[in-house]
């Protein structure tokens, strides 16, 4: 019929737009590659608490080491990740290369808190809680030093099954970490039903911080709300001593940002903030 041919024809193709798909399929066919010949690499960024300066946690952010381009941001490579069959097996490389980081660390006698940034799709399929209690046990990590970082787009996905695997990670001993805090719809909300450790105030409230701007009126209520629902708090973003001095005074717990370090390579982490005090207090 004329309505079968109609949706056989050929779609008419935008030649920039088709520009941008063969792009993208290159992108992924590249990321695929990239997987298996293992140039994926974690960077660490420390996390302190504001309090005493010490170095609390690291969070793990993914790089691409490129052969011609260097270290790719994940801002570029992740968007296409996510939505392509490639996000499940990146997933599990990165949680596995997390344990297993911090489980070399807690042996060597300095136990971090590793922070690992959640995917969609593991929620969407499997079992999660099931294999990070296998990654756990095999890598003999404890529970606690890992942290789970989830965005509000992974809870809006499918809230209710979202809210039974968290409930399931955190019977584990496992923390978790609401990130970008404030950039979403249903922050409160979230904050409310979800079982949650902790909350990270995004880094666009932070950067700019100045006493009795607007972002300072949020973070300082956002740092209440946080103290009166039992949730540690970090900032994202600080990039200033002026900033890490207004966050300490208005009880801020944790900090991160380029003031303290970049996300840098594991052995470089190791070398400039685990230290031997660390280690004999752990
Ligand atoms: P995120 O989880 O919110 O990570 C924080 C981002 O802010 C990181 O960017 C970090 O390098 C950057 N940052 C930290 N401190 C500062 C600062 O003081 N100033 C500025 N301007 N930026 C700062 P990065 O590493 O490029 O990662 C971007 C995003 O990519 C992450 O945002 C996260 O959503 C995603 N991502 C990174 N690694 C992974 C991963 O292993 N798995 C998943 N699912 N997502 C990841
Ligand atoms: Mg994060
Ligand atoms: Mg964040
Ligand atoms: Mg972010």
């Known amino acids: 019929s004329a309505k079968a041919q ?18 993208r399929e290159a992108l992924e ?6 997987l298996a010949d293992n140039e994926f690499e974690l960077f660490y960024q420390p996390q302190i608490e504001l309090r005493t300066g010490t170095v609390v946690g690291a969070e793990a952010l993914i790089r691409w080491r490129h052969s011609e381009r260097g270290y790719v941001s994940p801002a ?7 939505t392509t069959s490639l996000s499940e ?5 990165v949680l596995e290369t997390a344990c297993r980081r911090a489980a070399d660390w807690q042996r060597r006698g300095y136990a971090i808190r590793i922070g690992v940034n959640l995917a969609q799709s593991q929620f969407a399929t499997g079992d ?5 209690e296998r990654r756990l046990a095999e890598n ?4 606690e030093l890992l942290e789970l970082e989830v965005t509000e787009d992974i809870i809006l996905d499918d809230g209710a099954k979202t809210l039974r695997v968290l409930a399931a990670l955190r019977a584990l001993g496992v923390k978790i970490a609401f990130d970008d805090f404030g950039t979403g719809y249903g922050s409160l909300t979230y904050l409310k039903s979800f079982p949650l450790d902790k ?14 701007s607007q972002d300072a009126a949020i973070v300082a209520a ?11 708090v970090i900032a994202e973003g600080i990039e200033t001593q002026a900033t890490a001095s207004l966050l300490r005074e208005m009880g801020c717990d944790e900090g991160q940002g380029y003031l303290i370090s970049k996300p840098i390579p594991a052995q470089e982490f190791a070398m400039k903030f685990l230290r031997k005090e660390a280690r004999l207090v752990a």
């Open 6 to 23: 109609t949706s056989a024809a050929p779609v008419p193709f935008d030649p920039l737009m088709r520009g941008a798909i063969e792009r």
């Open 29 to 34: 066919a590249e990321l695929r590659t990239a």
């Open 76 to 82: 570029e490579f992740m968007p296409v990740v996510n």
């Open 89 to 93: 097996d990146v997933a599990a490389w």
């Open 128 to 132: 999660l809680a099931a294999e990070v």
């Open 140 to 143: 003999g990590l404890r529970p």
């Open 199 to 212: 909350i990270k105030i995004d880094q666009s409230f932070v950067k700019r911080l100045e006493p009795g």
């Open 222 to 232: 956002t740092i209440d709300l946080g103290q009166a629902l039992g949730l540690s």
